[in-house]
Antibody, heavy 124, light 108 residues
């Protein structure tokens, strides 16, 4: 059974960089069938896609966050990571990592496995 | 603002059928997937593609799509179906993914 686990600081100061890692177990992050993604959810609000990465390193970012986001992959550790720079209180959220599956022609995409989520609070 | 639009709240009587909709131009080209989220829990995939259910999802959940609208139907809603439901698809460019704003389902 595939499992994903987010890790990283739960408290980040304003203007600093938020860094999270997602460790994948029970399967290989290097599978050509999947992308890997980060999604966040501010308290009491909806889900927001942050970005996704392929094992080769190809990345796709939410245009509204693109200038501040970097997602990377470490296949040797079966991990992928998120960095969000210049954070403000508006970046306070539960951050999820998830596996993104797609069909052969990429018209069907879905997040089929999710981590439990980790709350990151931006505060001084 | 989200490129996928959902009604903020929907209610259904226990045992009745409810449809939750998701509208967006990108749905003319890409299928939606649907997620159920209960308080304090991670989202769970319930429907993807034309009408596919992951293992373990009850068959009372079904999906459909027409034009720019995707729908999630729960036939015979149960108390445990009370949750927030989100649709997700690619955006109009096809290079990004986007979630709908979510629909809070209340089972009366």
């Amino acid at each position: 059974q595939l499992q994903l686990q987010e890790s990283g600081p739960g408290l980040v100061k304003p203007s600093e960089t938020l860094s999270l890692t997602c460790t994948v177990s029970g399967g290989s992050i290097s599978s050509s069938s999947y992308y890997w993604g980060w999604i966040r959810q501010p308290p009491g609000k909806g889900l927001e896609w942050i970005g996704s990465i392929y094992y080769s390193g190809s990345t796709y970012y939410n245009p509204s966050l693109k200038s501040r986001v970097t997602i990377s992959v470490d296949t040797s550790k079966n991990q992928f990571s998120l960095k969000l720079s210049s954070v403000t209180a508006a970046d306070t959220a539960v951050y999820y990592c998830a596996r993104l599956a797609q069909d052969m022609v990429a018209t069907i995409t879905y997040f089929d496995y999710w981590g439990q989520g980790t709350l990151v609070t931006v505060s001084s | 603002s989200s490129e996928l639009t959902q009604d903020p709240a929907v209610s259904v009587a226990l045992g009745q059928t409810v449809r939750i909709t998701c509208q967006g131009d990108s749905l003319r080209s890409y299928y939606a997937s649907w997620y159920q989220q209960k308080p304090g829990q991670a989202p769970v995939l319930v429907i993807y593609g034309k009408n596919n259910r992951p293992s373990g999802i009850p068959d009372r959940f079904s999906g459909s799509s027409s034009g720019n609208t995707a729908s999630l139907t729960i036939t015979g809603a149960q108390a445990e179906d009370e949750a927030d439901y989100y649709c997700k698809s690619r955006d109009s460019s096809g290079n990004h993914w986007v979630f709908g704003g979510g629909t809070k389902l209340t089972v009366l």
